[in-house]
């Protein structure tokens, strides 16, 4: 089961890190998504890095503010959000599946977090 981690409330322009790990266990072989359900929309792929952390794919919405790392030798995956914006605000999930060819698709992904709540606001 992936735990996700780091959330909480943030002015506009703030940085927050979140961290994805697997509770009790390593983390799954294959890819790991982000994911996020914003108030009123659905949710949808933020971005995701491949299993040995080579390659990864941002949304246009986030892309050279979102960083995304793997660590494997600690179990956990890192999503690094700088220059946040009000409309970062959602729920982000963390989730374990792929492919990671780009921006990733809900349908592709399983073994989801429960979600952790990121506010950004003055």
């Known amino acids: 089961q992936l735990v996700e981690s780091g959330g909480g409330l943030v002015q506009p322009g703030g940085s927050l890190r979140l961290s994805c790990a697997a509770s009790?266990?390593?983390?799954?072989?294959?890819?790991i998504g982000w994911f996020r359900r914003a108030p009123g929309k659905e949710r949808e792929g933020v971005s995701c890095v491949e299993r040995n952390g080579e390659r990864s794919h941002y949304a246009d919405s986030v892309r050279g503010r979102f960083t995304i790392s793997r660590d494997n030798a600690k179990n956990t995956v890192y999503l690094q959000m700088n220059s946040l914006k009000p409309e970062d605000t959602a729920v982000y999930y963390c989730?374990?599946?792929?492919?990671?060819?780009?921006?990733?698709?809900?349908?592709?992904?399983?073994?989801w977090g429960q979600g952790i709540q990121v506010s950004v606001s003055s």
């Open positions: 009790g266990s390593t983390l799954p072989r294959g890819a």
């Open positions: 989730a374990a599946g792929g492919p990671c060819l780009g921006t990733p698709l809900i349908g592709d992904f399983y073994s």
